[in-house]
């Protein structure tokens, strides 16, 4: 089965801070991804990966960052954490799109 | 640009009802199309996916027919259960744009016994 594990579920951060959320795959996925959830929204997508090092901006990247410096891994950066911020955030990958996309479980960041 | 709308929820329901969650999209190319489901504290996780007009999908007793010609993608189910109580997104991804898989807002579901 495919894994898509995400560092930690729960994270509480003060406004101002670097905040590195984790996501790992074990499958040799080309592509990931980072969406943001929120009520009414849906998901949004921050950040897509589609190689090591490469990278590229999705609906909503302002106030963050990514690497990806080995092909299982994909970081999410928030330069400097701001209660807007405060979410739920989705990391997935993906063979090749159109194909289907597998999810982690998503971490639930506050920040105060 | 491409996008994905469904019905706004809640939807609550009696076990055993029968179930439908309306998805139209737009598209200027061919998509594939998918609903996805989100259980409590969990993250999304693939139900069905169509690949091509009149294709249809089906999982766990949920079934959609890519509609071309209406553009939609509607998700049934004959007799829903009480674990059938989730978040259902809608989705779309385009061959040819491989950045995006487009999802709609999200439908959430309560399956009262």
């Known amino acids: 089965d495919v894994k898509v594990t995400q560092s930690s579920r729960y994270l509480v951060k003060r406004t101002g801070e670097k905040v590195f959320l984790e996501c790992v795959q074990d499958m040799d996925h080309e592509n990931m991804f980072w969406y943001r959830q929120d009520p009414g929204l849906g998901l949004r997508l921050i950040y897509f990966s589609y190689d090591v090092k490469m990278k590229e901006k999705g609906d909503i990247p302002e106030g963050y960052s990514v690497s990806r410096e080995k092909k299982e891994r994909f970081s999410l950066i928030l330069e400097s954490a701001s209660t807007n911020q405060t979410s739920m955030y989705l990391c997935a990958s993906s063979v090749t799109v159109p194909t289907e996309a597998f999810f982690g479980q998503g971490t639930r960041l506050t920040v105060v | ?113």
């Open chain 2, 1 to 113: 640009g491409d996008s994905v709308t469904q019905m706004e929820g809640p939807v609550t329901l009696s076990e055993e009802a029968f179930l439908t969650i309306n998805c139209t999209y737009t598209a200027t190319g061919y998509p594939s199309l998918f609903w996805y489901v989100q259980y409590p504290g969990e993250g999304l996780q693939l139900l069905l996916k169509a690949t091509k007009a009149d294709d249809k999908g089906s999982n766990k007793g949920f079934e959609a027919t890519y509609r071309k010609e209406t553009t939609s993608f509607h998700l049934e189910k004959g007799s829903v259960q009480v674990s059938d109580s989730a978040v259902y997104f809608c989705a779309l991804s385009d061959r040819r744009n491989a950045s995006k898989i487009i999802f709609g807002s999200g439908t959430r579901l309560s399956i009262q016994p």
